[in-house]
């Protein structure tokens, strides 16, 4: 049965138990008295995390020495911030205590030690272990429930659950766009109507054909007599490169509300007396 020191087990135990409070440093008082033994330096808690022992910092009651409580020989009053060593009732009994060091563990034997000081106490409730009645092997916590059963001294821990409807959100990658560019190709077809000139020669027999014409009217000559120049039309058929749209890539942002219904569960404290018990409702504590 390993023991840990309280921070070690729980390290919000601020939170998770006292409710953003801390029972170190609290004064502690011998039984039911005034008279101030020391401060809460620590609490050491099993291997299931049930409290078994305060470490209690006697001051300059003891010089300065640290010794363990039983949590069931402890009663708390939070409002006043003090813990009541109800099994711890004088300097002789602390002093027979072993002085306890952070720097070692707490094993069986000292444990041994410890509970055999309490349980000579004539003060101290009548347990129903006997040195003769177990060993190592067989020890449970139960066969001492006068000094670890904190449900007789009203220190249970009770906590109360509820569920809180949480919502997030995520981010998360669904895809990508990649805009690039292709070449596509077709076949075009265009067609220009062109113009060729030509030279038509029509050879006529006139009307004067046959008649006779003087010497001199006849004008005889060799060589070029008339020029026409003649043109022809070619098609010019090529391509050209044009901008035919701009194309502008962007992302834009969606906004839409996605809504959840659950249903929520708490637990609330019931507390039932009987007679004429008074109860003090604070926040549960240890």
């Known amino acids: 049965m390993a023991l840990q020191k ?5 390290p919000n135990y601020q939170e998770e138990i006292f409710a953003g409070d801390d ?8 039984g039911d008295s005034d008279e101030k033994v020391g401060t809460v330096y620590d609490a050491l ?9 305060l470490v209690i910092d006697t ?33 002789a009994q602390a002093e027979q205590l072993p002085a306890y060091n952070e720097l070692e563990s707490v094993d069986y034997d000292r444990e041994e030690q410890v509970r055999g000081v309490y349980r000579n106490q004539e003060t101290a409730a009548v347990s129903t272990a006997t040195p003769a009645s177990y060993d190592r092997s067989s020890y449970s916590y139960d066969m001492d429930r006068p000094l670890y059963d904190t449900n007789e001294q009203q220190h249970q821990n009770l906590k ?10 995520q981010r998360a990658k669904t895809g990508e766009v990649a805009v690039g560019k292709r070449v596509e190709t077709e076949t075009a077809r265009a067609s220009v109507p062109i113009e060729k000139e030509r030279v038509v020669i029509d050879r006529v027999t006139p009307v004067e054909a046959g008649r006779v014409v003087s010497v001199g009217d006849a004008d005889f000559q ?6 026409i120049e003649v ?4 098609a010019d058929i090529h391509k050209e490169a044009f901008v035919r749209e701009e194309v502008n890539v962007r992302k834009e942002v969606v906004r ?23 109860v003090d409702n604070k926040n549960p504590k240890i």
Do not use: H, M, Q
């Open 6 to 10: 309280l921070a070690d087990f729980y």
């Open 23 to 30: 029972i170190k440093g609290f004064d502690v008082y011998a």
């Open 45 to 53: 808690v099993d291997d299931t995390g049930r409290f078994r022992y």
């Open 59 to 91: 001051g300059i009651w003891i010089f300065g020495k640290k010794v363990l409580l039983p949590i069931g020989s402890a009663r708390f009053d939070y409002g006043a911030r003090r813990v009541y060593a109800t099994g711890l009732r004088s300097k």
């Open 160 to 169: 109360l659950y509820e569920e809180r409807l949480i919502a997030n959100k």
């Open 222 to 227: 060799s060589g070029e007599v008339a020029r």
């Open 231 to 234: 043109y022809e039309e070619t």
């Open 256 to 278: 839409s509300t996605v809504e959840g219904e659950e249903t929520l569960r708490r637990e609330e404290l019931d507390v039932k007396t009987d007679g004429t018990a008074v």
